[in-house]
């Protein structure tokens, strides 16, 4: 299958500050690619779709100053979390949609620890 | 609202039994629905896809989907303690569309 890699897997930084996740597809030209975020023991909550060359699409409640995203090239989407603060500290996953196969391939996941 | 509902468990069964994860989903246009498996701290892993009414078997692992019902399973044969994690139920309308997922259900399968 498909291979998506993300860095870093896992982040700590001071509340305030802004952290960069990259996800890259190693083996295609994705498109689209989505954004979800899981606090412990939670389920996958998606926070917003990237579009190659185009704007993210986000969730309701998502907010699109706070987590920028920017898909500039088949092969990369960032996330950026702007002014973190504790209650962003969460499991970040990218993953990427076939329009072939239905299948959604996943990065490893960003760690993120807000202090 | 499309929405995806599962156990959330924990589910406990002995080494060597049957274990039974199900999942029902209220959108009627759903067409892809997916089982995932995540470990604590990782990323969800893709068990088994199914598409078709019916049963698709997979080595231990079985997927069973009644979209009329709107419900679809995962049965996990001979389980093994390696199948303790918690299981993501995900249905997609059509492909290319993002994916909605249930809130996992935990597995624990005791030596």
């Known amino acids: 299958g498909a291979v998506v890699s993300q860095h870093p897997s896992w982040v700590i930084c001071k509340s305030g500050t802004s952290v960069k996740i990259e996800c890259r597809s190693l083996?295609?030209?994705?498109?689209?690619m989505f954004w979800y975020r899981q606090f412990p023991k939670q389920s996958l909550m998606l926070m917003a779709t990237?579009?190659?060359?185009?704007?993210?699409?986000?969730e309701q409640g998502v907010e699109k100053d706070k987590f920028l995203i920017n898909h500039a090239s088949l092969t990369l989407s960032t996330l950026t979390v702007t002014s973190a603060h504790p209650e962003d500290s969460s499991f970040y996953i990218c993953?990427?949609?076939?329009?072939?196969?239905?299948?959604?391939?996943f990065g490893p996941g960003t760690r993120l620890t807000v202090t | 609202q499309k929405e995806v509902e599962q156990n959330s468990g924990p589910l406990s069964v002995p080494e060597g039994a049957i274990a039974s994860l199900n999942c029902t989903y209220s959108?009627?246009?759903?067409?892809?629905f997916f089982w995932y498996r995540q470990y604590s701290g990782k990323s969800p892993e893709l068990i088994m896809s199914?598409?078709?009414?019916g049963d698709k078997e997979d080595g231990r692992f079985t997927a069973q989907l009644n979209k009329a019902s709107q419900y679809v399973s995962l049965l996990i044969r001979d389980s093994q303690p390696s199948d303790s994690a918690t299981y993501l139920c995900?249905?997609?309308?059509?492909?290319?569309?993002?994916?909605?997922f249930g809130t996992g259900t935990s597995l624990t399968v005791i030596p």
């Open positions: 993953t990427y949609s076939s329009l072939s196969s239905y299948e959604q391939y």
């Open positions: 083996d295609f030209q994705a498109t689209t």
């Open positions: 990237s579009n190659e060359g185009s704007k993210a699409t986000y």
């Open positions: 959108d009627r246009v759903s067409q892809s």
């Open positions: 199914i598409y078709s009414n």
């Open positions: 995900a249905v997609a309308p059509s492909t290319g569309n993002q994916f909605y």
